[in-house]
């Protein structure tokens, strides 16, 4: 979905009109096994490692023991009921459309990550309509090896799509100088990671790589990154004249809603050759390399730089950031409206963009970069930057900052400060606005006097 009225608000500052945030693909069901996934529940095959055997019906009565042979029954519509256990399970490579693999009973674990297309992961999906739901994945053992709790991975003669892990808890054994994405998802398209927590990553928390349209990563929690917690590059370097997959853009991205803390190495958000995306609604905390970069990943090429974003209610705590909170490095269309930014390192950093920034809420403390060349807070405002932003001390804004809970107290001047963008709900779910206007931040204020 393409943020087109982003131009409106920086030329003429106008209200655009409200919008509602996308639909998160396939987010239904229940956690205990009401969510189908689109197959027939009366035909659903029942696994269970302690009391089932590989020979059996495969019923709940008398269920299999191990996910592959639940995967080789039959050839149509799959749901696969993976009953939680004392004992972990053996991962999967799922080469099969149309299967569902859902938790119940509790959250099962797998713990033994098998081999998949020369890969060391929990679950492996190369194929299409496929949802994982309510599991624990857990490779910390795997020390140095690259191991990946979950990969849905395409390839350029056959791509994916419709691939959902949906409330997975995955584990990592934390981070490394060579480590790999602890969820990730490559040449797949309508794909997404949602209400997912994600520990101990080697490298990145959630990693989309390889030209992927229309992908969501939303109501996630990713604590402890190696290499950034989010990552989206749409591959420019990879790109093939005249394909219209493999052509190093992805398009439409919706970063929504995600909790983000201890994001090292790369940029907690990094967008690179990101077309119409939006970030909305995250929390980032304890990242030293930044809080969002848009850029074109390196290659300095205008086709392939991140374009029409819209950046909006946002808290980003870099009190502890050693580089700028939020920079954008390319690309024309970006907007940055309605964030909340801790920290007096740069604020801002634009070099050789075009973006529009307003209605955000700084340290007076702050710094801004533009093209390359310091700038004031005065001269910032002089270029049309951040006329309608304030500049105060946001730490006081929250219930508790040092904690970690970024609510907004009664008296935060970030209440009814923002602009309408067409966000309809905050982190939590409330509607906004709650007031006269919408408020500044992840975090709708609610009166409750």
Known sequence: MKPAFAWLVALLGCTPPSRALPVVASVGGSAEGGSSGGCDDASALWVDNVAGDNAAAGTEAAPVADLDAALARGDGCAQIRLVATGT????????????????????????????????????????????LEHLEIDI??????????????????????????????????????????????????????????????????????????????????????????????????AAQVGDDVLDGISRGVHIVDNRLEACGGDPAIHLASVREAEVIGNVVAGAPSGALLLDDDGVGEAEFASYDALVAHNTFDCRDCESPAIRVRSGTGNHIVDNIVLGAIVAADVDG??????????????????????ASWAQWRDL?????????????????????????????????AGVDVGVTHDLDGTARPQGAAVDLGAYEFIDDG
């Open 353 to 374: 963009a075009e973006v529009a920034f307003d209605h955000n809420a700084y340290e007076p403390e702050a710094s801004f970069v533009h093209d390359g060349e310091g």
């Open 140 to 237: 910390s053992a795997n020390v140095g090896v690259e191991a990946r709790a979950v990969v849905f991975s395409g390839t350029p003669m056959s791509t994916i799509a419709d691939a959902h892990a949906i409330d997975v808890l995955a584990l990592g054994p934390g981070a490394t100088a060579s480590g790999r994405a602890l969820m990730s998802s490559s040449l797949c398209s309508g794909c997404s990671f949602e209400r997912c927590t994600v520990r101990d990553a080697e490298g990145a928390g959630i990693d989309f790589q390889n030209h992927q349209d229309d992908i969501t990563i939303a109501g996630n929690t990713i604590q402890r990154a190696g290499a950034g917690c989010i990552g989206v590059n749409g591959e420019p370097a």
């Open 384 to 416: 049309g930057f951040d006329v309608a932003t304030l500049v105060t001390p946001t730490a006081g804004f929250f219930v508790d900052a040092d904690g970690g809970d970024y609510h907004l107290v009664a008296t935060a001047l970030a209440i009814d």
């Open 88 to 131: 972990g399970y053996a991962g999967a490579c799922i080469l099969r459309d149309d299967v569902t693999i859902l938790g119940v009973g509790g959250r099962p674990r797998i713990d033994a990550p098998v081999v998949c297309d020369e890969r060391l992961v929990g679950l492996f999906v190369r194929a299409s309509h496929v949802r």
